[in-house]
Every structure is written in structure tokens, then in C-alpha cells.
């Protein structure tokens, strides 16, 4: 079976699975925003914010591929690339994005596992929108443990729960060490969430 083959049935498995999840949320977030959530977790989030108009961060990964089929088939718009690969242009498109939602997994696409690079405070920084973090708990999954991000796959009829932060404003003001003390308090503040 060649590699295109296995990207398209590992996407249409998904997104078969992901029409039972039921998924529930404290609040939702106003529009025009950053959601950050960490990498592991994100299949829950990205389907629930394909009801919207959303963008999404994607590597340029094999398995950034597969997510990009996913993520097309759930309307989102794309932004191809990561900090390591591309990095200049990836943070270009993600200041100029219009969409209501900019999702981005701050620990992506290769970690270290769960440790909040800067991406997304810079880029609320610079824009002035408002940042949230997402945490995201899935009742009935798989977990990848030999992964580097130790993935969740949600199984069918799951019910996931999406816990949102406050939304955090990043003033543009702050100079270099203050703004990586606000990355250390969202890293400490989503695994908050993701243990609520």
C-alpha cells in the first residue's frame, strides 16, 4: 500500500470516529482569538473548532500530512510549517491571519513534550488578540506511548471535555524577559487544565 493510500484511509478513519465523540466546553472563546493546546491532545480541538472559521499551524511533517488532509476535509484553512522548518514565513501568515480562530499547538511538531515555545504568545503580542489555552480530556482513548507527544486518539462515543483559560492579554510592551515568564506561566497553566 503506498504512503498517499495510507494518508487517506488513516484520515477518513478519524474523521468517521470523530462524528460520535461528544464533546463539551466551559466556554467559548471570543472570536478573533489564539488557542493554544499541546500536540498530544489535539484531535479533540481541532474538531470542535471546525464548526468555525479557523486556521490552522501544521508541520511539514509525514504526519503533518495526514493532518493536513484532516484538517482540509474539516474546513479549516492551513498554514504549512513549524519553528524549526520555515519558521519566518509561518509566523508572517499567522500575523496576518483574519480567520475567528488561530490554533496552534505551542509544543509542536516535535517537542519537547509539553514545553510552550514562544509562537503563539508572540504572535498574540504582536496582533493584540487574545490568547486562550485549551485543555483538552478525553474519556474513552488510545494513547501512543511510545510517541515523542504521547498522542490520544479519541475512540467512538467518547466524550471529551475542552477546558478553556481565561483569555490572556499580552501587552505589547513587555520586553524580552517578561515575555518568557508569560510562556513559563501558560506552560504551568495548561497542564493545569489538561488535570482539571
Given at each position: 500500500?503506498?504512503?498517499?493510500?495510507?494518508?487517506?484511509?488513516?484520515?477518513q478513519s478519524i474523521h468517521?470516529?470523530?462524528?460520535?465523540?461528544r464533546i463539551e466546553n466551559n466556554i467559548v472563546p471570543e472570536r478573533n482569538s489564539i488557542i493554544a493546546f499541546w500536540h498530544g491532545k489535539m484531535l479533540?480541538?481541532?474538531?470542535?473548532?471546525?464548526?468555525?472559521?479557523?486556521?490552522?499551524?501544521?508541520s511539514m511533517s509525514k504526519d503533518g500530512e495526514i493532518l493536513s488532509r484532516l484538517l482540509s476535509k474539516w474546513n479549516y484553512e492551513l498554514i504549512r510549517g513549524s519553528s524549526s522548518k520555515g519558521s519566518k514565513d509561518v509566523l508572517?501568515?499567522?500575523?496576518?491571519?483574519q480567520s475567528d480562530y488561530l490554533l496552534i499547538t505551542p509544543d509542536g511538531p516535535r517537542g519537547p513534550y509539553q514545553r510552550f515555545k514562544a509562537g503563539a504568545?508572540?504572535?498574540?503580542?504582536?496582533?493584540?488578540?487574545?490568547?486562550?489555552?485549551c485543555g483538552c480530556r478525553v474519556n474513552i482513548k488510545k494513547v501512543f506511548s511510545k510517541?515523542?507527544?504521547?498522542?490520544?486518539?479519541?475512540?467512538f462515543f467518547t466524550s471529551i471535555k475542552l477546558s478553556f483559560s481565561d483569555k490572556i492579554l499580552i501587552?505589547?510592551?513587555?520586553d524580552r524577559e517578561q515575555i518568557n515568564k508569560m510562556i513559563r506561566?501558560?506552560?504551568?497553566?495548561?497542564?493545569?487544565?489538561?488535570?482539571c
Open positions: 500500500m503506498n504512503l498517499e493510500l495510507k494518508h487517506i484511509i488513516a484520515c468517521l470516529i470523530s462524528k460520535t465523540w479533540g480541538v481541532w474538531r470542535y473548532f471546525s464548526s468555525y472559521s479557523s486556521t490552522a499551524v501544521v508572517e501568515a499567522m500575523l496576518m491571519d504568545v508572540v504572535v498574540a503580542q504582536r496582533t493584540g488578540k487574545p490568547l486562550y489555552l510517541s515523542w507527544d504521547r498522542f490520544e486518539l479519541p475512540l501587552s505589547k510592551d513587555l506561566e501558560c506552560e504551568i497553566r495548561l497542564n493545569e487544565l489538561n488535570n
